[in-house]
């Protein structure tokens, strides 16, 4: 199923949507998957307390985020596809990174339940048919299909990837 067009998803998925150079999930997955978990297993034990101000999360806690990010997103997607018709909340990523704890957490630990949990997601997303991928939900009260979500999950990952370089490891 080729990349989603813009009224297939919400207008704040935009932007991440854009990040990604990809026709499909497949070759988003394909192209993305690894080189995420490299990026963050390349990043040094000296870096990962660092906050670039005082009111920005740490490395460690932008890993749980998008951790914590990638399992809503897998989520909303899986019951999209499953033709569940509850509209799924939104949520404050704010409240999750205060309460997250990241900061007690091994940066070993954080890396592996990021790899198991970026793989489970592209197992679940490469077992959508094509009738899957279409269905719509409600998501943030807003329409949303199975294959922006999945676009939103890998943007969103590259979205904060350029954060990181631009921000944190100053690449």
């Known amino acids: 199923m080729p990349k989603p067009t813009p009224g297939s998803y919400p207008s704040y998925a935009a932007n991440y949507i854009n990040l990604v150079d990809a026709e499909n999930i497949k070759e988003a997955l394909e192209k993305y ?7 963050f297993k390349s990043i040094s034990g000296d870096k990962i307390d660092y906050r670039y101000d005082e009111n920005k999360w740490t490395i460690k806690e932008m890993l749980q985020h998008l951790i914590d990010a990638e399992r809503v997103f897998a989520y909303r997607a899986m019951c999209v596809a499953r033709k569940d018709q509850t509209s799924f909340p939104g949520f404050d990523e704010n409240s999750y990174a205060a309460n997250s704890k990241a900061d007690r957490r091994s940066w070993e630990d954080l890396l592996e339940e990021f790899e198991l949990t970026r793989k489970s997601t592209d197992l679940m997303l490469l077992s959508f048919d094509d009738e ?12 949303n299909n199975v294959n922006a979500i999945a676009f939103t999950l890998y943007g969103h990952l590259l ?6 370089d631009e921000r944190y490891l100053n690449k």
Do not use: M, P, R, Y
């Open 33 to 39: 998957s690894n080189t995420v978990a490299d990026f």
């Open 132 to 143: 899957q991928l279409q269905q719509t939900g409600i998501t943030n009260n807003s329409a």
């Open 159 to 164: 979205h904060h990837i350029k954060i990181l």
